[in-house]
């Protein structure tokens, strides 16, 4: 089934065909609650980072103490992640920002709300020199180099 919950864009702007693990409705693909926790997404083809390239999700915090966690894979089942953090939602609005060092290849992408209750707004991949901050929006930043949970 196609995610139209919210867009997955490329560099270009170019809007992705991707499915989801989940059987989550239609429109509701992105919402995350303590009872629809976690969800993966898998592109129908795979999505090459260049160096310099950042992946960019836009979330929405439902509840004060809201907690995402999110893992990037070159596999369709989210094993071996090139990517894995966790971070608090520290305000209304987040834009989650994740650099690559070096070319990436992605698959899936994987978000539990490991607290709260939050959505998934919308994901891009943006050159380095596009990337920039949001009105009203907190930007936390990531590494996609390790697998360990970080916290900016």
Known sequence: MVVTGF???D???VFLSFGQSSSR???AEGRFTP???ADRY???KALNAESGDSLVLDLRRESAQAKARIALSSRRDGSSPVANASFPLSAE???LIIPFASKTRIVSLSLTAESGSFDLESVGVERAS???PRASASRQWTGAKSSRSRRP
């Open 11 to 13: 560099s270009g702007g």
């Open 25 to 27: 409705p239609a429109g």
């Open 35 to 37: 009872k629809d926790a």
């Open 93 to 95: 609005k987040a834009q």
């Open 42 to 44: 898998i592109l129908r």
């Open 130 to 132: 596009c990337v920039s």
């Open 7 to 9: 867009p997955w864009k």
